[in-house]
């Protein structure tokens, strides 16, 4: 391929998308809007895996706007592919896990607007509209087997290509993170 060309759409949020990350191993999207909430979509074929909200409970599509003081600015994957971080207008810095609804822990930030995990994973790191960078050590966890074995296959099978494989229902359901 010589140039770049468009090839999905994905339809969901309420309001500006202001920020995006594919998972390290490609098979998952995360993004984050001013609707108050990050999706994790399958990029594959456009299906919203999970809903990490900001607001509780979640503004209807009518609210479409979410509340000003809750929206997300900033989402990024860990190495890991299982956390999360989000950053929003609340003040507030929150790490989730993919297998959970709820943030895993939360810290205070103000006037926050970007954050990246390191390449190794340890260190969150938070830009903040005053022209700072926090920092946050991040728990160190070993990824179980099967998750490391997940993100080997969705490395280099999209999801129609697991959809295809030969192996148990609740296997295709763990491969495609639907579990």
């Not at 202001?18 to 993004?31: I, K, M, N, Q, R």
Request: with cysteine; aromatic share 10%.
């Amino acid at each position: 391929m010589d140039t770049y060309a468009m090839i999905r759409k994905l339809e969901g949020h309420h309001h500006d998308v202001v920020a995006c990350d594919f998972s390290p191993d490609g098979a998952l999207l995360a993004t984050a809007s001013y609707d108050t909430r990050v999706y994790i979509w399958d990029p594959h074929n456009g299906e919203i895996l999970m809903e990490f909200g900001h607001l509780f409970p979640p503004p209807t599509p009518i609210f479409a706007g979410g509340a000003n003081d809750r929206w997300v600015r900033s989402v990024s994957f860990s190495h890991d592919g299982l956390h999360v971080a989000t950053l929003a207008d609340d003040k507030l810095v929150r790490f989730w896990r993919i297998d959970e609804d709820h943030p895993v822990q939360a810290a205070p930030l103000s006037n926050g607007l970007c954050c990246a995990f390191s390449t190794d994973g340890s260190v969150l790191a938070a830009g903040t509209n005053d022209g700072s960078v926090y920092f946050w050590a991040t728990p160190r966890q070993v990824p179980s087997l099967q998750h490391l074995c997940r993100m080997s296959v969705r490395r280099v099978m999209s999801t129609q290509e697991v959809q295809r494989l030969p192996v148990p229902s609740k296997v295709l359901e763990f491969l495609s993170y639907r579990v």
